[in-house]
């Protein structure tokens, strides 16, 4: 059984940083590729950072230079480093893995950046 558990969510002021991350069970986390999205209140879940399984990164253009997705595979953990964080950032952050076609997803973490 797969599961995603997403940590490290919380408040944080315009300008600040967090880390998040994603403990995986249930798959060869070596094998594949793992994704973080999120959702911002009244709008659609969006892809923010990817990381194949050979540690290739893609990043939304919103996020660019300001986010680093990374995985160490030991441990089965993805992580979303966030820097430079802006109010529009605020949303509920998702872990996202895909097996033979099925979407598989964390529970969310909250992330509000507000002074």
């Known amino acids: 059984q797969v599961q995603l558990v997403e940590s490290g969510g919380g408040l944080v002021q315009p300008g600040g940083s967090l880390r998040l991350s994603c403990a995986a069970s249930?798959?060869?986390?070596?094998?594949?590729?793992m994704n973080w999205y999120r959702q911002a209140p009244g709008k659609q879940r969006e892809l923010v950072a990817t990381?194949?399984?050979?540690?290739?990164?893609n990043y939304a253009d919103s996020v660019k230079g300001r986010f680093t997705i990374s995985r160490v595979n030991a441990e089965r953990v993805v992580y979303l480093q966030m820097n430079s964080l802006k109010p529009e950032d605020t949303a509920v952050y998702y872990c996202?893995?895909?097996?033979?076609?099925?979407?598989?997803w964390g529970q969310g973490t909250q992330v509000t950046v507000s002074s």
């Open positions: 996202n893995t895909v097996l033979r076609y099925l979407y598989y």
């Open positions: 249930g798959i060869i986390f070596s094998d594949v590729n």
């Open positions: 990381i194949t399984s050979n540690s290739n990164t």
